[in-house]
């Protein structure tokens, strides 16, 4: 596999993607939709993308992952697909009975430039029953932006402001960003362990991760419900994680009802978790309290223990921006050296005065005194070709590093999404310190794995 | 049946065999209702699977990006040589593409490409974006093609114009326009020469079927497409019969190749010991030479000599079992009936996305009394049924596995993420093994169990 990358980088003016790093906006905006309780995720196009989407989330999961199709059909690409959506929503409700039906466009049915707002308006929807919409034009943005407009859409629809001027309730909202339902927890648990009230959406906890219990559930105990989100507008303050798939729908709730809020990384590695961990502690003036001070403890000792298995290592990181700055943060504090950093999401446009994914990470790089290959809306040729031009003792992402793990013969971490060869994953938390914990394993076991297959026979130990 | 809700409109989707019930003709091929939760893809996902193999074919994606992503890589058929057709190119179309039109930007990528992999033909798949804006894929292509001298063809798979069938259709298509008319004199080879349709060399199943064919004395031309390669399209003419495994995808190509070179086909099945052996035995009959005839026999002889005693070994743990298959085409659900009833197992629901009315008639013929069968059936159908006529197994794709696992109901992928060949006689052997494996494994205990509430 991947025999025909060349070693000389080439000129690539076309635009072109080989081997693409990132999908297409509905998958996130789907995703997106899971996170809200009983919800339909409903795909405004042809059946085709739907079907994909849905695969995709599918294998990642491992669970039945839910969504309709408008279905449509050459007419309806003609004609427009009001007619279509508004059976769809008829049909949904009468079959499939969710309290919510999240509707993402296509590329099809933007192109065609349906109204959603107004056919949502002109159709039946039976009372306590409620349609939203978010456009995911996927010529725009990639995956990140799809689940990034549909969380904006929760806040634009949703939202209100119940108390009277300027009071806000105890609360903070959390924005979790595209990251695992095991994620979600471990936020959630974390910010429990502050005593602090919050309310988190979308979660996907509970639904894409649904335990078994020999029923299938069309709609799983997990999510947020609507109440919640009408709630958000009320609370005192919002905490947006990673920006790429977050701040949107933070800046609206700050817009629309006047909340403050931070924008701040995913809570991967020691140091964002803390920076987590002290905007609650700033905005409630409680205390870390003790078992989280030790969870923090633990870590450090683990990166004590483990520091002279990743100095000076050189590593390349791949995936969501989101959760590929804060894991190049994160490789940083643990001595290494992330020398080519990619992500398929174009990085900046989205970004509201706050700079680019390309400037975050170079800085980050600079201040470390590491000088590395950055790129946003690249892809895994390009990646593949940055190894061989300087070669990485660890590769970091999704599934897809697989190909250029073996064909350069590198020990691989899966991290991210979409993974798609290996079970789990949405499992286990990479977040907080417990998940900054698993990381390690998984990285050093990697990196001592691979010592150990390599070593001659007068080289091997038993003890590392 | 009747206790059962159906989504308005898919009355006439669903039958239960039986005096007491309607009877068929069931409805097919027809456009899914919008709102459903259907299960089915696009046509451009057909052609692309039919396609895809070419091993050594430059397959670009002329769209946004997701269609591209998704079909990177997802169907594990191997190859034997380069694997260019294992790389994912797309033109990821953006904004301002869809606006102003996306020929531009189609020939830059070929620009790109083309000398840089150098490959022996280009297949450019327009997607439905594609299909609206109006790119005049055409031109493009037959501009490339004449600029490098290699064959740059369209595919014209919008998703929108209709199902998956179509998409199969138009690869045929495609296909068909690299054939060349036949060169050598078919009498003067030694050895017949067949063509295989229809087997995508999932797990290297077309090298299975390739090497009893071997044996039997008949040479294999080209497979369509697992592990094909441009030079071996072009020669397909030169072959005095086809044979087909998947109908669904590849009895358009045959008919088209009966109709221009005089080749004719027959359908076969290599899903299960009785299925492969019939198949044999047909094409060595087709060849009326008694050497191979005799060798047919001896073949299966032989290989029934080795598989048999395995697969009733399978078959005393398996009897009485029920299954329920929902697959993509017909002919495998039709193979899948008789591949259960040799390991002891009866199908109690049997469902295809893109089967025809045809072979919905031999499935009606086929199945027992009061077996459900159902077109272009939804998650939703798929767990009534599964569950009102006690399934023991469901039989189906990516979607279904989780839907199966969640109702505590075992499962066989017989789509794309299998890994083990599931055709010939070792693949009778393995597909037993599966469903012996999944049916009889320990989990299914815990799913049962469970800890009551309180108890601990
Ligand atoms: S058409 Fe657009 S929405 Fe559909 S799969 Fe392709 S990129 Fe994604
Ligand atoms: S856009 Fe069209 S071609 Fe692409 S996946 Fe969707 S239905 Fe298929």
């Given at each position: 596999m991947l025999e025909y990358t060349p070693k000389e980088m080439i000129k690539r003016d076309s635009g072109g993607m080989i081997n693409p790093a990132k999908t297409c906006q509905p998958v996130g905006a789907m995703y997106a939709a899971l996170g809200i309780h009983s919800c339909l995720p409903h795909s405004h196009g042809s059946q085709g993308c739907c079907s994909f989407h849905r695969m995709h989330l599918t294998r990642h999961f491992r669970d039945p992952i839910m969504a309709s199709t408008s279905s449509f059909t050459e007419g309806a690409s003609v004609f427009g697909g009001g007619a279509n959506l508004k059976t769809s929503i008829k049909n949904v409700f009468a079959i499939y009975n969710p309290d919510v039906i999240a509707i993402h466009t296509t590329c099809l049915s933007e192109t065609i430039g349906d109204d959603i707002p107004t056919a949502i308006r002109q159709s039946e929807i039976p009372e306590g029953k409620v349609v939203f919409h978010a456009n995911t034009p996927s010529y725009q943005g990639s995956h990140i932006t799809g689940f990034s407009n549909m969380t904006n859409a929760m806040v634009t629809y949703f939202s209100e402001t119940k108390l009277a001027d300027g009071k806000k309730e105890k609360f903070v909202n959390i924005i979790p960003g595209f990251v695992n339902p095991a994620d979600m927890r471990e936020i959630k648990r974390l910010t429990e362990e502050m005593g602090i009230k919050y309310i988190m959406f979308p979660d996907t906890s509970g639904v894409v991760d649904s335990p078994m219990t020999g029923k299938f559930e069309m709609?799983?105990?997990g999510g947020t419900t609507i109440p919640e989100l009408k709630k958000t507008g009320d609370a005192k303050f919002t905490i947006s994680l990673g920006r790429f798939a977050s701040q949107m729908a933070a800046e609206s709730l700050e817009k629309k009802c006047k909340i403050p809020f931070v924008s701040l990384k995913e809570p991967i590695g020691i140091k964002a978790t803390d920076e987590f961990l002290m905007a609650l502690r700033g905005a409630f003036a409680t205390e870390i309290p003790e078992s989280l001070e030790c969870e923090r403890g633990q870590l450090v000792d683990v990166m004590t223990d483990t520091h002279f298995h990743f100095h000076g290592k050189k590593v390349a990181i791949f995936g969501d921006p989101d959760v590929v700055t804060a894991m190049t943060e994160f490789c940083l504090s643990l001595?290494?050296?992330?020398v080519h950093v990619l992500t398929g999401t174009p990085g900046g446009a989205l970004g509201s005065g706050l700079g680019g994914f390309e400037q975050e990470v170079k800085a980050m790089l600079n201040e470390a005194g590491v000088c590395g290959n950055v790129k946003a809306a690249g892809d895994l040729f390009t990646l593949h070709q940055w190894i061989k031009n300087e070669p990485v003792d660890l590769l970091i992402g999704n599934t897809y590093g697989k190909y250029i793990a073996r064909a350069e013969d590198i020990p691989f971490v899966r991290f991210g999404f979409p993974i798609l060869d290996r079970a789990i994953h949405p499992y286990m938390p990479v977040t907080g310190y417990r998940g900054a914990l698993r990381l390690i394993e998984q990285i050093s076991d990697a990196l001592l794995d691979r010592c150990d297959r390599d070593a001659a026979d007068e080289d091997f130990e038993l003890v590392m | 049946m009747e206790d059962v809700v159906l989504l308005k409109g898919r009355e006439q989707f669903v039958r239960q065999k039986g005096e007491r019930h309607q009877t068929l003709p069931i409805s097919c091929g027809a456009e899914s209702v919008a709102g459903c939760v259907s299960q089915r893809a696009c046509v451009y996902c057909g052609a692309r699977v039919v396609l895809n193999p070419v091993a050594d074919a430059l397959h670009l994606v002329h769209g946004p990006i997701g269609c591209a992503s998704y079909t990177w890589d997802i169907r594990g058929s191997l190859n034997s040589g380069k694997s260019l057709y294992r790389e994912g190119f797309s033109t990821d179309l953006r904004e301002k593409d869809i606006i102003f039109g996306g020929e531009t930007k189609l020939a830059a990528a070929l620009d790109e490409l083309i000398p840089k992999y150098q490959p022996p033909v280009v297949f450019v798949y327009s997607t439905c974006v594609v299909g609206i804006i109006g790119d005049d894929l055409d031109a493009v292509c037959k501009a490339a093609a004449e600029k490098y001298g290699v064959p740059v063809l369209p595919v014209q798979s919008s998703g929108f114009v209709g199902t998956k069938s179509i998409g199969y259709q138009t690869a045929c298509d495609v296909l068909f326009k690299l054939i060349e008319p036949p060169t050598t004199?078919?009498?003067?080879?030694?050895r017949p020469v067949i063509n295989y349709l229809g087997d995508f060399n999932l797990a290297g199943e077309a090298w299975i079927i390739r090497s009893y064919l071997k044996k039997i004395g008949i040479d294999v031309n080209v497979v369509f497409t697992g592990d094909s390669r441009y030079e071996e399209i072009r020669r397909a003419a030169n072959a005095e019969l086809n044979i087909i495994q998947c109908a669904g995808s590849m009895f358009y190509l045959a008919q088209k190749l009966e109709e221009a070179y005089h080749i004719p086909f027959m359908q076969v099945s290599f899903l299960g010991v009785e299925d492969t052996a019939d198949s044999l035995r047909k094409i060595a009959r087709f060849t009326n030479d008694p050497g191979i005839i005799r060798r047919t026999e001896e073949v299966i002889a032989a290989e029934l000599r080795r598989v048999m005693p395995d697969i009733s070994g399978y078959r005393t743990a398996l009897s009485g079992k029920k299954a329920a298959v929902y697959v993509g085409g017909g002919f495998k659900a039709i193979s899948l009936i008789r591949q259960f009833r040799e390991i002891g197992m009866e199908v109690v629901m049997v469902g295809t996305q893109t089967g025809r009315r045809e072979d919905y008639e031999i499935i009606g013929d086929i199945a027992n009394d009061g077996t459900i069968i159902l077109d272009d059936a939804n998650p939703a159908e798929l767990e009534r049924f599964m569950l009102t006529q006690g399934a023991d197994l469901l039989v189906g794709g990516v979607k279904e596995r989780p839907l199966a696992y969640k109702l505590g109901i075992a499962f066989v992928d017989h789509?794309?993420?299998?890994?083990?060949?599931?055709?010939g006689f070792e693949g009778a052997v393995n597909f037993a093994h599966e469903v012996y494996t999944t049916i009889c494994s320990p989990v299914w205990n815990a799913v049962k169990g469970g800890v009551v509430r309180g108890d601990l």
């Open positions: 709609y799983p105990s001595g290494m050296l992330p | 004199k078919l009498l003067l080879r030694r789509n794309h993420d299998r890994k083990h060949p599931l055709a």
